[in-house]
């Protein structure tokens, strides 16, 4: 079985500082795509990275980052610098096979003040 | 990527009526999929959407009461069948354009129900 585990359910920051949200994931396929997401309180889902099983490189984009290690199951997203703007709900998403079944964490809600 | 659309944005029903809920696509794309969330959760897949026949419902979901239709590459359809207050989540449609790839998600239906 597949799971998505997000144990910070509320992250506060004050702007300018770093916030990092924890995703671990369980699956017993070896070929397994790990996805964020992010929902801004209008409800849409941004997308923000996707990352295969075989590339542990670690990402960045901006003010974005993504650490991924197999060793520990663990996807995790960093925000530098934060600002207001990055106040949002953030999944974190595992699917495992090419039929595109999504298997979302429970969420971490993300609130910077100015 | 792709641009969806849906409709309505959002709704307020009666109990035991029901709201059909359309997704547009500006490009044709393989898979076409319905996801649930209720309020504060997180998002759970109701189906996967099949061009041409009948959808594929994951466990706790049921065509009698989730119609779906895909009559094309662009266009699908869920209804959300004799209501009630526990129905009231956001709908979101989510599609991927190559099978396998990164899925993009509509800006949802809010649903409340009376």
């Known amino acids: 079985a597949q799971k998505v585990t997000q144990a910070q359910t509320e992250i506060s920051v004050v702007e300018k500082e770093d916030v990092t949200l924890d995703c671990v994931y369980e699956?017993?396929?070896?070929?397994?795509?790990l996805f964020w997401y992010k929902q801004p309180p209008s409800g849409e889902l941004v997308f923000l990275i996707r990352r295969n099983s075989f590339d542990e490189q670690n990402e960045i984009s901006g003010r974005y980052s993504w650490n991924f290690q197999k060793s520990t199951s663990s996807f995790n997203f960093t925000i530098t610098a934060s600002q207001v703007v990055d106040s949002a709900v953030y999944f974190c998403a595992l699917s495992s096979n090419s039929w595109g079944k999504l298997q979302f964490g429970a969420g971490t809600q993300v609130v910077v003040t100015p | 990527s792709a641009v969806i659309s849906q409709k309505p944005s959002r709704d307020i029903c009666q109990r035991g009526t029901s709201l059909t809920i359309q997704c547009q696509v500006d490009s044709q794309v393989t898979m076409m999929f319905w996801y649930r969330q209720q309020p504060g959760q997180s998002l759970t897949l109701i189906a996967t959407a099949n061009q041409g026949s009948e959808a594929t419902y994951e466990s706790g979901f049921v065509i009698d009461k989730f119609p779906i239709s895909r009559p094309n590459l662009t266009f699908s359809t869920l209804t959300v069948s004799n209501m009630s207050p526990e129905d009231s989540s956001i709908y979101l449609c989510?599609?991927?354009?190559?099978?396998?790839?990164?899925?993009?998600f509509g800006p949802g239906t809010r649903l409340t129900v009376l």
């Open positions: 989510s599609v991927e354009v190559v099978a396998g790839d990164t899925q993009y």
């Open positions: 699956t017993r396929d070896t070929t397994y795509y």
